[in-house]
Structures are given as C-alpha cells and as structure tokens.
C-alpha cells in the first residue's frame, strides 16, 4: 500500500521511500521467519541486504537530483 504514494512525492526523494520500503518489508519477512517470536530475540535485515538495496537507491537519488537541479537552472 506504501508504494501507490511513493509515486506522489518529488522524484529525488522517491529512491529514498522505496529503499525504507524495501528494508522495512524484509523485516517483516525477518519476523515471520522467526516465527513472530521477536520478544527475545531481534530480527534485522542482513547488512549485506541492506547495501543491494541502499546501494543503487542512493545512485538513483543522487541521479534525480541532479536532474533536478539540471531543469531548474536551464
């Protein structure tokens, strides 16, 4: 449901929402591997997960404000 918004909000901040997105649903996933059994121990999302997803995410936010100050300037 999170990402029919993503589409509203301006272009250099949507790689942003959909990395968190991305992130937040694998610990959900995280969460439902374990069980729902998450009082005693902590669920996270493997680093190297984290850096396929924030990775090209942060290429895609630093692209889009790029363009972004490109039409602004001309």
């Not at 449901?1 to 589409?7: E, I, K, L, Q, Y």
């Not at 059994?37 to 984290?50: E, G, I, K, Y």
């Amino acid at each position: 449901m999170a990402r029919t918004g993503v589409a509203m909000v301006r272009p250099e901040s949507r790689p942003c929402l959909e990395t968190a997105i991305a992130l937040y649903g694998g610990i959900l996933d995280e969460v439902e591997a374990a069980d729902y059994h998450v009082l005693d121990r902590r669920v996270s999302v493997p680093n190297r997960r984290r850096a396929a997803v924030a990775g090209p995410a942060l290429l895609r936010a630093v692209r889009a404000r790029r363009e972004r100050t490109r039409w602004r300037t001309a």
